[in-house]
């Protein structure tokens, strides 16, 4: 009979190989948490101040963890033989069919069991059946959508992007059609944006392996300059979600003066920064924010600002606005989430480096 050690040990490593794989890729490549702003945003709209909401969001952020992963295992189901193959590291690798199978299914489990709380929102169920159907055949046959090209590229962005902003829509019954259309406008691009940045990084290993990505059927020029179209039309795009956010949060103001003021200026500062840049850079790599370790105006613009500062600000506004202890935790959890104790990593950012250099120059 096993020891209770050696049960809590075995968790631990199914927990860690499975929910936590890669690096725990399910905290940091989660459309949710990426854009999580959105939540806060609806959170001061509809103010949703009550204990209710807390509860609500962590159960959605769980369901979205749960869906998230049960969607990069099954393409690590789908793509166990031809991995195998090819060399390429699977999280099956080592099991057999029946185990994967099994693990797969109760990832879903878990995902249905946290989607039931919100079921009987309007449009819920209908936005997670779609989700669950395009997820499940992207990387299974017979469909197998991440091949077919274009398709392919525009069903993924679907599964990771639309989908998942829709349903936190749908999941805060908040579905006024301008914010609908701006936010999820703006996160289908940074979709885009993100899934061709990694089908470029992945060309040399998908004709390899005889993937028919979008970036393989146009070819690496075709779709690095889809990639920067893409990028500026992503940066575009957060300009008309910040402003219908200044104005339909224009009760919460001090002194006379518009919360929602600082990151409206804030931002339209950085996107000409950007452009300043940009138009003294010939170079994809240049402006390229996905390059590992890069601070600089495009990482800040399209990382940094809609995941770190703008959902940090809306949290700080929630507590100005309510002074509850509910979500004093929750904007604790948020800094520990995001490293923002980390004295290192303020010192190294962007924003921080160019108010130094400023200085230095007065």
């Not at 749960?66 to 690590?76: Q, V």
């Not at 994967?100 to 990832?107: K, L, P, S």
């Not at 004709?207 to 028919?212: C, D, V, W």
């Not at 008309?240 to 200044?246: D, E, G, Q, R, T």
Request: hydrophobic share 50%; proline share 3%; aromatic share 16%.
């Amino acid at each position: 009979m096993p020891t209770q050690n050696n049960v809590i040990k075995r968790s631990i490593i199914f927990v860690r190989h499975y929910f936590g794989w890669r690096n725990w890729s399910v905290l940091h490549y989660n459309s949710v948490t990426e854009n999580v702003f959105l939540i806060f945003y609806i959170a001061l709209r509809d103010q949703l101040y009550s204990v209710k909401f807390i509860g609500d969001f962590f159960i959605f952020i769980a369901f979205s963890m749960f869906s998230t992963t049960y969607g990069y295992l099954i393409n690590d189901l789908a793509d166990k033989e031809l991995d195998a193959l090819h060399g390429k590291d699977n999280t099956f690798r080592n099991d057999s069919a029946w185990k994967a199978g099994i693990t797969v299914f109760m990832f879903l489990a878990l995902s249905m069991i946290a989607g039931v709380k919100f079921s009987e929102n309007r449009l819920f169920m209908p936005l997670w059946m779609c989700w669950l159907f395009v997820a499940t055949f992207y990387s299974l046959k017979p469909l197998r959508l991440k091949e077919r090209g274009w398709i392919g590229l525009l069903f993924v962005v679907i599964a990771q992007r639309v989908l998942p902003t829709l349903l936190i829509f749908a999941a805060f019954n908040h579905l006024e059609t301008m914010d609908v259309i701006a936010f999820t406008s703006y996160i289908f691009f940074r979709g885009l944006s993100s899934d061709l940045n990694h089908q470029l990084e992945d060309y040399r290993q998908d004709i390899t392996t005889g993937t028919e990505t979008f970036a393989i059927q146009a070819g690496s020029r075709r779709a690095a300059r889809a990639f920067r179209v893409s990028l500026e039309i992503e940066k575009i795009l957060l300009v008309p979600c910040l402003i219908v956010a200044y104005f339909k949060l224009n009760y919460l103001q001090w002194h006379g003066i518009s919360l929602l003021l600082p990151p409206l200026i804030g931002y339209f500062i950085l996107y000409f920064l950007s452009l300043k840049q940009l138009s003294n850079s010939k170079s994809f790599q240049n402006v390229n924010p996905y390059i590992p370790g890069r601070r600089d105006v495009f990482q800040f613009i399209h990382h940094t600002f809609p995941s770190v500062v703008l959902p940090f600000y809306l949290l700080l506004i929630l507590l100005y606005d309510t002074r509850e202890i509910t979500f004093v935790m929750l904007t604790l959890l948020f800094v520990i989430y995001r490293k923002l104790y980390s004295v290192d990593l303020i010192k190294n950012s962007f924003l921080i480096k160019s108010i130094a250099k400023i200085n230095k120059r007065i």
